[in-house]
């Protein structure tokens, strides 16, 4: 079974540019995350989909971030314009239907964001 | 609102020796806790969770964690380091019933000496 996939790995733009980040989840996997984490710190929680609908968006830093995810199967975050603060890893997850919160997320491999 | 605590940002041991890496919880309802590991260009991992059973917990690869509500604590051990146990380390807190957002601690890489 595919685990979770995002694209791409690497990503490296100038500010002000605008930069779109893919992620799969695992088939079948109503819930979504996405994560960030900026160098030397935490791992952040930014957003939250249940199927296509977004549940929790309580961490996304500002309106410059965009997150859909169309037919609730995968889902794309944009980053328009990009800042140098928006640099950093940003991470996927995903994990079966419920919020009960005891649920195993899974995550990708992540998309390293630098920001020149 | 919950967080998590993790002491030591970079532990070190040797080949064999026991592994301990401390996690320390706040959360305002009781609590689900999680340990992830992530390898070099890899996702995080789970190791183990605790989902309010049984205090003591086993993982994968011989890690095991407990769960003491009066110290909010949630350590992580293994009886002995092997090299490939090398890797960055997180817990991570999630509310009950409360929605599955996890509120991670800046993690620890653990460092496996010969």
């Known amino acids: 079974e595919a685990g979770v996939t995002q694209f791409p790995s690497h990503s490296v733009i100038e500010k002000g540019q605008t930069v779109t980040l893919r992620c799969d989840p695992i088939?079948?996997?109503?819930?979504l995350y996405w994560y960030r984490r900026v160098m030397g710190k935490e791992i952040k929680f930014l957003l939250h989909?249940?199927?296509?609908?977004?549940?929790?968006e309580s961490g996304m830093p500002n309106n410059r971030f965009l997150a859909e995810r169309t037919g609730g199967t995968y889902s794309t975050l944009k980053v328009q314009p990009a800042e140098l603060e928006d640099s950093g890893v940003y991470f996927c997850?995903?994990?079966?239907?419920?919020?009960?919160?005891?649920?195993?997320?899974?995550f990708g491999p992540g998309t390293r964001l630098t920001v020149l | 609102a919950q967080s998590v605590t993790q002491l030591g940002s970079h532990v070190s041991v040797s080949e064999g020796a026991l592994v301990l890496l401390r996690c320390n919880y706040s959360?305002?309802?009781?609590?689900?806790l999680f340990w992830y590991v992530q390898y070099p260009n890899q996702g995080l991992q789970l190791l183990l969770k605790y989902t309010s059973a049984a205090t003591l917990v086993k993982g994968i690869n011989d890690f095991e964690a407990e769960f003491k509500k009066s110290e909010t604590s949630f350590h992580l051990t293994k009886p002995s380091a092997h090299m490939s146990d090398a890797a960055e380390y997180f817990c991570a807190v999630s509310a009950t019933g409360g929605g599955n957002k996890l509120t991670f601690g800046t993690g620890t890489q653990l460092k496996v000496e010969l």
């Open positions: 088939s079948g996997h109503d819930n």
């Open positions: 959360s305002s309802v009781p609590p689900y």
């Open positions: 997850a995903s994990s079966l239907i419920g919020t009960s919160g005891r649920n195993e997320q899974f």
């Open positions: 989909f249940v199927k296509e609908s977004k549940q929790d």
